[in-house]
């Protein structure tokens, strides 16, 4: 299991799970455009059948062992049952309200909210009378047993603030609802942030982590690569290992998102800051389709 230990060099670098010095990458081309790596999922949505998941990047190539990535839509009192051998489950709730039930247990949850579901077991989703909109996110267990079918909610009031991290400025709330130690399998975190106007989540990218974000409310500038555009509420970025990344709010409210992390198996996930803020950059012409 990665450990959450965090160890910063002199050169600014740092590490979580057994120092070492991060390694030595190639530098990205000048331009790349990710458009594929950003998806919305209302979009998703519409190409869906009601209470069949539906993949959010059809074409997710993954280098660690996130397997699953998919939007479940679920009518009033709608039900979807899963049989996830192989897999470590968890689920964010977007909208309306649900009860999974598993190994005879259950758990109920009302948006915002995440879930986690034991390790290689079945389990079954009922929404409530409203229906339910959901992230559904599968990870190898490579066999292994473990977790727990539990739930945390996304509330402002919990978040712990702090200066900007990964050389942004500004302030950020943020905080683990399930972290490595809650996991069978090399599932890292699920986090709840809120960037504050005028704040920076600054560009660095990850060797053996691949990293998505949801936005839940506000609006931001998100870079990928070096290309740069805007992105709002149910907004879904996909940032693969390697890819440099970062988040900027140039706008009056508060930009509230979740940060679903999944390491490579056996390895030490290294993040590397950048040195860029991201204030200057702004948003490309081009229109996302």
Same mark, same amino acid.
């Given at each position: ?54 993949? $959010? +990047?059809?074409?997710? #190539?993954?280098?660690? %062992? =996130? ?6 839509? @679920?009518? &009033? ?99 683990? $609802? +399930?972290?490595?130690? #809650?996991?069978?399998? %090399? =599932? ?6 809120? @960037?504050? &106007? ?92």
């Amino acid at each position: 299991m990665l450990s959450s230990k965090e160890v910063t060099f002199d050169d600014g670098k740092t590490t979580k799970g057994t120092p070492r010095k991060p390694p030595t990458l190639p530098a990205p081309p000048s331009v790349l455009l990710y458009w594929w790596m950003i998806t919305h999922v209302d979009g998703i949505a519409a190409a869906a059948v009601a209470g069949q998941p539906q993949p $959010l +990047f059809p074409n997710l #190539d993954s280098v660690t %062992s =996130w397997r699953r990535f998919e939007l479940l839509d @679920l009518p &009033a009192a709608g039900v979807c049952v899963t049989d996830d051998v192989g897999e470590e489950a968890g689920y964010l709730l977007l909208s309306g309200q649900v009860t999974i039930e598993q190994d005879q247990m259950q758990v109920e949850g009302h948006a915002p909210a995440a879930i986690r579901c034991l390790a290689n077991r079945p389990h079954r989703v009922v929404a409530g009378q409203l229906g339910a909109r959901l992230l559904r996110i599968g990870v190898d267990t490579a066999g292994v047993n473990g977790g727990e079918l539990a739930m945390d909610v996304m509330a402002r009031d919990r978040l712990p603030w702090r200066d900007a991290i990964h050389g942004g400025g500004g302030r950020i709330g943020t905080r683990h $609802l +399930f972290g490595p130690q #809650d996991f069978a399998s %090399s =599932w890292t975190f699920v986090d709840h942030a809120i @960037l504050s &106007a005028s704040s920076s989540l600054g560009y660095h990218y990850h060797d053996h982590l691949e990293e998505a974000f949801v936005v839940l409310s506000g609006r931001g500038w998100m870079t990928l690569g070096d290309t740069t555009v805007e992105i709002g509420p149910g907004d879904v970025t996909l940032q693969q290992a390697n890819v440099r990344h970062g988040l900027y709010n140039p706008f009056t409210a508060d930009l509230d998102f979740v940060r679903v992390a999944v390491a490579t198996p056996g390895q030490t996930f290294t993040t590397i800051d950048v040195a860029d803020d991201l204030r200057a950059r702004r948003p490309t012409q081009e229109n996302r389709t």
